[in-house]
Each structure stands twice: as structure tokens, then as C-alpha cells.
């Protein structure tokens, strides 16, 4: 048989699963239907095993692998249909918090706010502030910790806080936080970040010591480590205190690693710009919100949650958000607290929370999930 008459043998096996796929499904919504009047489970354990058994007779030992993937596959796809429809009916608790999220966002993003940033006047998350708001009225703050508070405790209506990094990967603190404290993420940001070497002396040959926070310091390891021994590296909180330090130092063999733009706030030279490793180096800022706030234009949704330990249980989160066609763009593991070597995962998604077809895939997920902490939906762009 020609290859072109093997393609059509295949598509016309391929039409006919189609179409039994689709019978299928609608007689598991009319067991779904069943399972509303009588309170009866929707994963029955025994059955999917006695189908695979049942269709597992007979097969050649070759195929029952593939066999095993396909109806594991479709058994997933049969309960998400199930679980999505008793969960409509009973209007569950993460859905009425979408959908007020959805309505508080009715009225627009904000142009001015109280913001909590991290650091003083000219730090990275005052620049992402600024991106976020036309008019922010920004109050600063010495730590992440101290942002979610205040955004927690009414003090301030919104926080903006680094989360990740392009170059060196995540703001590990913040995702923690994420988890410690009650609130939601409402819009992000990619603010291009250019580092660069600032001093009151004229010549880089004059340093002998340099500030800044680890993360610049690491973004700017090729830079340090041409520099060699002679230049003494000392961490501090921020790029903009580490700035204001130099300034304040008064001495001309002290430099800092901060933006150009606090070069200008603290009177310092600019000795070198751009001296960052990577070309496009790019950090991630969040705004959150006590409240969820879910804006027109939302394209990206965040989760963290807890599974079952027990083998495949992310394989099958991971296969439900194939199926359900959900662009995973990130991916994260932090310890979960109070369990040893267990952990919790963060999730970030391509997808509105406010469509109705993506509150079935949280729902999902939630029910796989030992624990399911919705963390908003929002808007990402460039600043």
C-alpha cells in the first residue's frame, strides 16, 4: 500500500474516533447529569481499571503502552467534563471570587494610587511604579515583607514588587510572600534594567570598594570579575540606597552599581553604563492588591498550589492544561512549609480568568490539588 493510501486509511480511522470521542463525552455529561440528582463520585478508580483491563485482552504487548496513555488521557478529560459541570451548578467559591475580581476591574486600571514600593527614590520598583501608574504617590519601604503588609493592612492601595529576573531567574522572597500573605496579583510589568557604574570619582581606576544589592551584583559578575581583587564588593538592600551610600560617603574611590537615573537624584558620576552581562536584561514587577482585580485585557493568570504525593500527580495537571490548550509559561517549585521535602508549585498561564473556559481549568485544577490558592489574572506588557 502507497503512503498516500496509508494516510487515508488513517484518516478515516481518524474521523471515526472523532466521531466516537464525541459520543463518548456526551454520554459522560449525561453521567454527570445522573451524578447531580444522587451525590455519586465522579472518579471511580475500580471502573477506569476494569476498562483498561477489558480493552488490554487481546492487544499485542506493543500497543497497550499507547493504549494506557489514550484512555488515561481521555479519563481526564471525561472528569474534567463532569467536575466542570457540577461545579456550575453548585457556583463554586473560586468562581464567585473570579467573577467579583472581573466586576471590580469594570472600572479600569487606576492612573494614580498609593503605592508601597521596596527601597528609596530611584530604585528599580520606583521606576516600575512609575510604568504601572502616571501619578504614583509612592511610599517606600525597607522590605518586600513590609510592601505585602502594607498592601494587607489597607496602608496602601497597591505594592509593586521584582519577581523575576530574564538573566537570573526568580525573586525566590517574593513568591514565598505570595504565598504568606492575602493578596492578588493585578497587573505586570517587563522593565528593561541597564546597570550602571556610578561614583563621585571621574575614573573607574580610582574604585576601591563598590555597592549593590546581590541581584545587581550578579547581573554584573562578567563586569566584577574583569575588575579582579582590588575592588573590595559590599551587598546592600537596594541599588538606590547603594547609590545614595556612595553619594553620601563622600570619598571618590567608592562606586555603586545602580540606574542612570540615580545618578542624577545623588549627584554621582556615571563611570560606566550598560556594564549588566546580558545585552536585554529584563526584570518582571508585579502590582498587587488586597483584593483580586481582574482588568480588561487580562492575558496572563497566576496559581500556586500543593499536590497529592503520589506518582503522575503533576504529569496530570500538567496533561489537563495541555488539553484544555493553556500556554504554561512558568513553572516554579518552593519548599512547602511544615513538610519536609515536599514542595509547592507556582504556576504562571496564558489565559483570562475571567472567560468561563478558563474558570473550568482552575476549578480542575483546584480539585487535583491538595491546596489551590488563586493569585489573580492580569495584564503583562512591556514598560
Not at 475580581?101 to 530611584?122: D, H, Y
Not at 525566590?172 to 497587573?187: P, Q
Given at each position: 500500500?502507497?503512503?498516500e493510501?496509508?494516510?487515508?486509511?488513517?484518516?478515516?480511522v481518524?474521523?471515526?474516533?472523532?466521531a466516537?470521542?464525541?459520543?463518548?463525552?456526551?454520554l459522560a455529561?449525561?453521567?454527570a447529569?445522573?451524578?447531580?440528582?444522587?451525590?455519586?463520585?465522579?472518579?471511580?478508580h475500580?471502573?477506569e481499571q476494569e476498562?483498561l483491563?477489558r480493552?488490554?485482552?487481546?492487544?499485542e504487548?506493543?500497543w497497550?503502552?499507547?493504549l494506557?496513555?489514550?484512555?488515561?488521557t481521555?479519563?481526564q478529560?471525561?472528569k474534567?467534563?463532569q467536575?466542570?459541570?457540577?461545579?456550575?451548578?453548585?457556583?463554586?467559591?473560586?468562581?464567585q471570587?473570579?467573577a467579583?475580581?472581573?466586576?471590580?476591574?469594570?472600572a479600569g486600571?487606576?492612573a494614580?494610587?498609593?503605592v508601597?514600593?521596596?527601597?528609596?527614590e530611584?530604585?528599580?520598583?520606583?521606576?516600575?511604579?512609575?510604568a504601572?501608574?502616571?501619578?504614583?504617590?509612592?511610599?517606600?519601604?525597607?522590605?518586600?515583607?513590609?510592601?505585602f503588609r502594607a498592601?494587607?493592612?489597607?496602608?496602601?492601595r497597591y505594592g509593586?514588587l521584582p519577581i523575576?529576573?530574564?538573566?537570573y531567574?526568580s525573586v525566590?522572597?517574593?513568591?514565598d510572600?505570595?504565598?504568606e500573605?492575602?493578596?492578588s496579583i493585578v497587573?505586570?510589568?517587563r522593565?528593561?534594567?541597564?546597570?550602571?557604574l556610578?561614583?563621585r570619582?571621574?575614573?573607574l581606576?580610582e574604585?576601591?570598594?563598590?555597592?549593590s544589592?546581590?541581584?545587581?551584583?550578579?547581573?554584573c559578575g562578567?563586569?566584577?570579575?574583569?575588575l579582579?581583587?582590588r575592588?573590595?564588593?559590599?551587598?546592600?538592600?537596594?541599588?538606590?540606597?547603594?547609590?545614595?551610600?556612595a553619594?553620601?560617603?563622600?570619598?571618590?574611590?567608592?562606586a555603586?552599581?545602580?540606574?542612570e537615573?540615580?545618578?542624577?537624584?545623588?549627584?554621582?558620576?556615571?563611570?560606566?553604563?550598560?556594564i549588566?552581562?546580558e545585552?536585554r536584561?529584563?526584570?518582571?514587577?508585579?502590582?498587587?492588591?488586597?483584593?483580586?482585580?481582574?482588568?480588561?485585557?487580562?492575558?496572563?493568570?497566576?496559581?500556586?498550589?500543593s499536590?497529592?504525593?503520589?506518582p503522575g500527580s503533576?504529569?496530570?495537571l500538567?496533561?489537563?492544561?495541555a488539553?484544555m490548550?493553556?500556554?504554561?509559561?512558568?513553572l516554579?517549585?518552593?519548599?512547602?512549609?511544615?513538610?519536609?521535602?515536599?514542595?509547592?508549585?507556582?504556576?504562571?498561564?496564558?489565559?483570562?480568568?475571567?472567560?468561563?473556559?478558563?474558570?473550568?481549568?482552575?476549578?480542575?485544577m483546584?480539585r487535583?490539588s491538595?491546596?489551590f490558592?488563586?493569585?489573580?489574572?492580569y495584564?503583562?506588557?512591556?514598560a
Amino acid at each position: 500500500m502507497s503512503l498516500e493510501n496509508l494516510r487515508s486509511e488513517i484518516d478515516r480511522v481518524d474521523d471515526n474516533m472523532a466521531a466516537l470521542l464525541a459520543e463518548r463525552m456526551a454520554l459522560a455529561a449525561e453521567v454527570a447529569r445522573e451524578k447531580m440528582q444522587s451525590g455519586g463520585s465522579v472518579f471511580q478508580h475500580t471502573r477506569e481499571q476494569e476498562i483498561l483491563e477489558r480493552l488490554s485482552e487481546g492487544m499485542e504487548p506493543q500497543w497497550q503502552p499507547a493504549l494506557r496513555l489514550m484512555y488515561t488521557t481521555l479519563f481526564q478529560a471525561s472528569k474534567s467534563c463532569q467536575h466542570g459541570m457540577l461545579a456550575e451548578a453548585e457556583d463554586s467559591a473560586l468562581r464567585q471570587n473570579i467573577a467579583a475580581a472581573a466586576e471590580r476591574g469594570l472600572a479600569g486600571f487606576p492612573a494614580t494610587a498609593n503605592v508601597a514600593c521596596q527601597g528609596i527614590e530611584g530604585a528599580y520598583s520606583h521606576i516600575a511604579a512609575r510604568a504601572f501608574f502616571s501619578e504614583p504617590n509612592v511610599i517606600f519601604l525597607r522590605t518586600f515583607d513590609a510592601v505585602f503588609r502594607a498592601v494587607e493592612q489597607g496602608l496602601c492601595r497597591y505594592g509593586v514588587l521584582p519577581i523575576e529576573n530574564s538573566s537570573y531567574g526568580s525573586v525566590t522572597a517574593v513568591y514565598d510572600l505570595l504565598r504568606e500573605h492575602n493578596c492578588s496579583i493585578v497587573k505586570a510589568v517587563r522593565l528593561p534594567i541597564a546597570h550602571c557604574l556610578l561614583s563621585r570619582a571621574t575614573y573607574l581606576s580610582e574604585i576601591k570598594e563598590i555597592y549593590s544589592h546581590e541581584q545587581a551584583l550578579r547581573q554584573c559578575g562578567a563586569f566584577l570579575d574583569r575588575l579582579g581583587s582590588r575592588v573590595e564588593i559590599i551587598v546592600c538592600e537596594n541599588t538606590a540606597v547603594a547609590a545614595r551610600m556612595a553619594a553620601q560617603s563622600g570619598r571618590t574611590d567608592v562606586a555603586a552599581i545602580s540606574s542612570e537615573e540615580c545618578a542624577a537624584l545623588y549627584g554621582l558620576n556615571v563611570i560606566k553604563q550598560d556594564i549588566q552581562n546580558e545585552p536585554r536584561n529584563e526584570t518582571r514587577f508585579i502590582c498587587i492588591a488586597r483584593q483580586g482585580e481582574i482588568y480588561p485585557g487580562a492575558n496572563k493568570s497566576s496559581v500556586l498550589l500543593s499536590l497529592k504525593h503520589r506518582p503522575g500527580s503533576l504529569a496530570a495537571l500538567l496533561q489537563l492544561l495541555a488539553a484544555m490548550n493553556v500556554n504554561l509559561t512558568k513553572l516554579e517549585n518552593r519548599p512547602a512549609p511544615g513538610r519536609e521535602f515536599e514542595v509547592m508549585f507556582y504556576f504562571d498561564m496564558e489565559c483570562d480568568a475571567a472567560q468561563p473556559e478558563t474558570v473550568r481549568v482552575f476549578e480542575e485544577m483546584a480539585r487535583q490539588s491538595e491546596s489551590f490558592l488563586f493569585l489573580g489574572s492580569y495584564a503583562e506588557g512591556d514598560a
